[in-house]
């Protein structure tokens, strides 16, 4: 396997290319760039061996590394490795692999390349092993019917930002603000809905992807969210769960 790494700190471009070669011997770093433009460069021009994964830095010694991947429309898969913690929704919703802060845990990286070699496995298509007779699944709910006194309302999941249990009971919560009972419980509309869209992030919260402003690590690696519109308790992912949201934020 190929990769390239682009960090403009040699001490960090060092430290991250051991690690990588002390997880896996068989991984060839084929470069270490600085910059975007180089970058850019190397892998438009001069580069006779593509990478097969790029370790990009954020902040650059010219620019920012997003950059590299809206210049060049990348599809190479990414691993981020940055100090700052702020990027982390956008890099997530640029596809990547991963986003690590530093100085890099070797724990953490090992996880990323391991799940960068199982999602390099998946066969295109995500079809290979289809049996002879496939089963269409029905369609995921994209409608809601709600009630408020002798009014009817009926709303498409685009306008929904979350799912919450309040007092033992299921509301929905619009991106206008409004809430709304609904007959599901948490459970049930992680299997009637896309879960390209919603996820559960915990025992009481299923969230739109649309819905979430931003991401903060805290302690230990636990994340709060910001949400659209607002929630009035903080809102964290379960730790078990924080391993499917990353995926399911990097779909």
């Not at 090992?110 to 295109?124: E, G, W």
């Not at 992680?190 to 819905?211: G, K």
Request: hydrophobic share 45%; net charge negative; glycine share 4%.
């Amino acid at each position: 396997m190929n990769v390239l790494i682009v960090e403009d700190e040699e001490l960090s471009a060092e430290r991250l290319q051991k690690l990588i070669v002390g997880i896996d011997a068989g991984i060839r770093v084929l470069a270490i760039i600085p910059s975007v433009l180089e970058t850019i460069a190397y892998l438009e021009n001069d580069a006779k061996t593509k990478p097969d994964l790029i370790f990009l830095d954020i902040h650059l010694e010219d620019d920012n590394g997003f950059r590299i991947i809206e210049s060049l429309n990348l599809l190479i898969p990414v691993i981020f490795t940055t100090a700052f913690e702020e990027y982390l929704l956008k890099a997530f919703k640029a596809n990547s692999i991963d986003y690590l802060l530093k100085p890099v845990n070797p724990l953490e990286l090992q996880a990323a390349l391991v799940k960068f070699k199982k999602l390099s496995a998946i066969p295109p298509s995500g079809q290979a092993f289809l049996p002879a007779e496939v089963v269409v699944n029905e369609p995921y709910k994209d409608r809601f019917l709600c009630t408020a006194g002798p009014r009817i309302f009926t709303f498409k999941t685009s306008e929904i930002a979350y799912f919450t249990i309040e007092e033992r009971a299921t509301f929905l919560r619009l991106f206008d603000g409004r809430h709304f009972a609904v007959e599901y419980s948490l459970e049930k509309l992680s299997q009637i809905l896309d879960p390209s869209l919603f996820f559960r992030i915990n025992r009481t919260l299923l969230i739109s992807i649309e819905a979430i402003r931003d991401i903060h690590t805290i302690s230990a690696g636990r994340l709060k969210l910001e949400l659209n519109p607002a929630s009035s308790q903080e809102v964290h992912v379960s730790p078990d769960r924080i391993t499917g949201f990353k995926n399911w934020l990097g779909r």
